[in-house]
């Protein structure tokens, strides 16, 4: 496994791309030779590929929707100091893969004179950040294009709070001031910058500085074309991803470009159950959810007839299955678990989750709970069944404070961060350090 040190002094693989997926490239150029940073933009970009399975694992495996059974793998359904066994298949390519495409993120941001590609470079940047805070907390930050290779102090873990207010936060903002509200297929937008920061915000616990931009994309969406799609089951699948109008933004992925990722499972493969290490991913708490909301629509989408694997992400196509990061279903309901953090009514917002509801097949729940424990309960129920397998699971019971409720046992709170790679403690001699419990 390449160092981190190493990595943040790499050189970039750089190619004049012929679609927005040829981010594999084949030539090696200096960035001070460089005049056009397209490539390696487009390099930041192609990066991000290698989150989604480790985003999927985090997302779901760990929470209480999917399992892996078979040993060592089993070892992410248990909450001790054994996690570090799935560094090699999961947190280590996801830490090195984000920091590679900060790196490149970097170089566009100093370098390139179109602000769009600046602006694209932040969103990337800011991104990355944020899914290396969700998973490890305080980590190591680099926001230069040509970091010493000498400076292994520079690597040490800098507050999650600090990295949140100095670096995400002002990168997404930055973003959403430049970039277009149009919607361009695996390309950063306006509403894309924004949502995330919305997200941000509510992950930080700051709902009042998360309504504002939550609304703002709520509220614009329809004029960018973005609106909810009329079937759920027109979100999902190889076929439907071309001009989605649902999905603000989405991580493309290409049978034909080759993915940094190498392992033969991708997150389609975990959730269909086409991995003997989890033949049967599914928990059954999440059938049983379904069953209990009489979601009959979104579980005939999500799961097969018996309900032990995955169909959202249908194995056909598997390699050219796009990771969602943002879609606007997750922002609505996003917007409504704001609101009620702020003090809102019932009243007020329960009705926004009518629209998801009524595509489910679901009555509203206009009238059914009152109390701000009530209404946020019921959002979180339905983010499950809405975005079930999206990665969206365990990070929504940290932010809603329900981990042991849900979960059913008492879990140490070292255990909501995973581990920091070993690899990138060994190679700092102990400069980066470990999270506690690990």
């Known amino acids: 496994m390449k160092k981190i040190y190493i990595l943040l002094g790499s050189l970039l693989f750089i190619t004049a791309c012929s679609t927005d997926l040829d981010q594999s490239p084949s030539n090696i150029a200096s960035a001070d030779s460089l005049t056009d940073f397209t490539g390696v933009l487009n390099a930041a970009y192609y990066y991000q590929l290698s989150t989604s399975a480790p985003m999927a694992l985090m997302g779901d495996f760990r929470a209480d929707n999917a399992l892996m059974l078979e040993s060592p793998n ?12 799935q560094e090699d298949q999961f947190f280590g390519p996801f830490y090195t893969a984000l920091y590679k495409s900060i790196l490149s993120a970097n170089i566009v941001i100093e370098n390139s004179t179109n602000d769009v590609d600046v602006a694209e470079a932040k969103f990337l940047r800011g991104l990355s950040y944020f899914k290396l805070v969700m998973a490890f907390g305080d980590v190591p930050v680099n926001l230069s294009a040509s970091p010493s290779l000498t400076d292994t102090e520079a690597l040490a873990r800098q507050p999650k709070a600090s990295v949140y207010s100095n670096v995400i936060i002002p990168d997404l903002t930055d973003a959403m001031a430049v970039l277009s509200t149009e919607i361009v297929d695996g390309r950063a937008s306006k509403y894309a910058a924004q949502g995330m920061l919305g997200k941000v915000y509510a992950t930080m616990g700051d709902y009042a500085s998360a309504v504002p ?3 703002d994309v709520v509220n614009g969406a329809a004029s960018a074309g973005i609106v909810l799609e ?4 027109e979100i999902f699948g190889v076929a439907n991803e071309v001009g989605n ?3 603000i933004f989405a991580t493309q992925k290409s049978a034909s470009i080759a993915d940094e990722y190498n ?4 997150f389609s493969g975990w959730f269909s159950g086409n991995d003997s290490k989890s033949d049967f991913p599914i928990d059954a708490d999440l059938i049983a959810a379904f069953d209990a909301a009489g979601d009959v629509t979104r579980k005939a989408v999500t799961l097969d007839d018996v309900g032990t694997r995955a169909i959202k992400f249908p194995i056909d196509g598997a390699d050219d299955h796009d990771w969602i990061e943002l879609r606007l279903a997750d922002v609505i309901l ?3 678990e704001a609101l009620n953090e702020t003090g809102s009514p019932a009243s007020t917002v329960l009705p926004l989750l009518d629209d998801i509801r009524t595509r489910a097949g679901l ?6 709970a009152t109390t701000q424990a009530e209404v946020r309960q019921a959002i979180l129920d339905e983010r499950r069944l809405e975005l079930a397998l999206e990665g969206h699971r365990w990070f929504d019971l940290i932010r809603a404070g329900v981990v042991d409720a849900e979960m059913g046992e008492a879990i140490n709170t070292n255990y909501y961060l995973f581990p920091i790679p070993v690899s990138e403690v060994l190679a700092t001699n102990g400069v980066i350090t470990q999270n506690p419990g690990y």
């Open 213 to 215: 931009h939550l609304a």
């Open 263 to 266: 392992f033969a499972t991708d």
């Open 334 to 336: 996003l917007y409504a």
């Open 245 to 247: 109008t649902e999905i």
């Open 230 to 233: 009329p079937n759920f089951s």
């Open 363 to 368: 009555a509203s729940l206009t009238g059914t």
């Open 74 to 85: 089993a070892d992410i359904d248990v909450f001790n100091n054994a996690l570090p066994s």
